[in-house]
T-cell receptor, first 114, second 114 residues
Framework: GAGVSQSPSNKVTEKGKDVELRCDPI?????LYWYRQSLGQGLEFLIY????????KSGLPSDRFSAERTGGSVSTLTIQRTQQEDSAVYLC????????????FGSGTQLSVL | SQQGEEDPQALSIQEGENATMNCSYK?????LQWYRQNSGRGLVHLIL?????REKHSGRLRVTLDTSKKSSSLLITASRAADTASYFC??????????????FGKGTKLSVIP
């Protein structure tokens, strides 16, 4: 696609529900990143994919968070049993390769947990 | 971690003035990048400077890098109201297990008053 696409753009959910956030990177980009940004804060690194594999998942905040990427393209970030502290903007970015490359960001998913 | 820290946290200037933002980081890097964010959503890449470069220009932007001091600065000349945004520096690093991470600071919020 022309840019990184994230869906939904906004998600309101009840505490305890599961949510799935989707990221469609730029075609041909092998590296994909998920970040979280709380209101007025910087970006918190969550996970990085090179192709379909994520060498290091230690950035995920808890075991309620999981992410996968299939076909070297679309990625989903799943949050199980959501908590109010999960409320944030979840940003996805992609780059042609990792290392020394600029990132292209999507517009993010604003998650609100009530 | 190799987190970059921007300084100042907030900056307010008159249109036409120059704006300078600083970034400090902790460990060796391959490159440092600057990004801009409007309205708390997707980030846009501004400029990438490699560790063997000292200065780089792009339009009204000038970035310097001092690896001995582990610091970088972003200068926006002849600022415009449209430059109002948050500006983030990002530093790269290779984590364990070959995972790559681009770490962002908390950002400088720039307000340009018409």
């Amino acid at each position: 696609g022309a840019g990184v696409s994230q869906s939904p753009s906004n998600k309101v959910t009840e505490k305890g529900k599961d949510v799935e956030l989707r990221c469609d990177p730029i075609s041909g980009h092998t590296a994909l990143y998920w970040y979280r940004q709380s209101l007025g804060q910087g970006l918190e690194f969550l996970i990085y994919f090179q192709g379909n594999s994520a060498p290091d998942k230690s950035g995920l905040p808890s075991d309620r968070f999981s992410a996968e990427r299939t076909g070297g393209s679309v990625s989903t970030l799943t949050i199980q049993r959501t908590q109010q502290e999960d409320s944030a903007v979840y940003l996805c970015a992609s780059s042609f390769t990792a290392l020394n490359e600029k990132l292209f960001f999507g517009s993010g998913t604003q998650l609100s947990v009530l | 971690s190799q987190q970059g820290e921007e300084d100042p946290q907030a900056l307010s200037i008159q249109e036409g003035e120059n704006a300078t933002m600083n970034c400090s980081y902790k460990t060796s890097i391959n490159n440092l990048q600057w990004y801009r964010q409007n309205s708390g959503r997707g980030l846009v890449h501004l400029i990438l400077i490699r560790s063997n470069e000292r200065e780089k220009h792009s339009g009204r932007l000038r970035v310097t890098l001092d690896t001995s001091k582990k610091s970088s600065s972003l200068l926006i000349t002849a600022s415009r109201a449209a430059d109002t945004a948050s500006y983030f520096c990002a530093t790269d690093g290779v984590l364990r297990a070959g995972s790559y991470q681009l770490t962002f600071g908390k950002g400088t919020k720039l307000s340009v008053i018409p």
